[in-house]
């Protein structure tokens, strides 16, 4: 079997499944189910936040934990976790970029907050699963 008819086998990724990933992570992210959020991330998790700070995937996944007791004594209230713009660029059949606009309100100890980021994600086919490997986002006005 040559090598072009093998990898012509190899299917690529659909915009409708990544689409569908990123909304599972974010319903994950919104109700603060970290071990949902755990299983989406790749092992080697990069994330950059706003502040330009890189975070491991441990500390990261520790910072959620922390977030989702808030969550869950009502200490932390998401009122809307929403993504808009969302653009999809299929690199390969292993490796996704994908691109929009995350608009999150509540209340964080009873003080309203309204954020509204612009991020990019890289999704990589790990384990047969399309798991999120760098995120990086920056506050918008």
């Not at 499944?17 to 909304?23: G, H, K, N, P, T």
């Not at 491991?56 to 934990?65: C, D, G, H, K, P």
């Not at 009502?74 to 970029?97: D, F, W």
Request: glycine share 4%; hydrophobic share 40%.
């Amino acid at each position: 079997m040559s090598l072009f008819l093998i990898l012509s086998c190899i299917k690529q990724p659909d915009q409708q499944l990544i689409a569908q990933r990123i909304q599972e992570f974010d319903t994950a992210y919104k109700t603060g189910d970290v071990e949902k959020l755990d299983e989406m991330i790749s092992f080697d998790y990069l994330h950059t936040n706003p502040s330009g700070n890189i975070v491991t995937r441990e500390n990261w996944l520790n910072w959620n934990i922390s977030r989702a007791r808030a969550i869950e004594s009502g200490e932390l209230v998401i009122s809307a976790y929403e993504t808009s713009e969302l653009n999809i660029r299929i690199k390969n059949q292993y490796t996704v970029v994908a691109s929009g606009v995350n608009y999150a309100s509540g209340t964080d100890k009873g003080e309203p907050f309204e954020t509204k980021v612009r991020f990019t994600h890289v999704w990589v086919l790990e384990d047969g699963l399309w798991k999120r490997a760098v995120f990086h986002d920056s506050y918008l006005d």
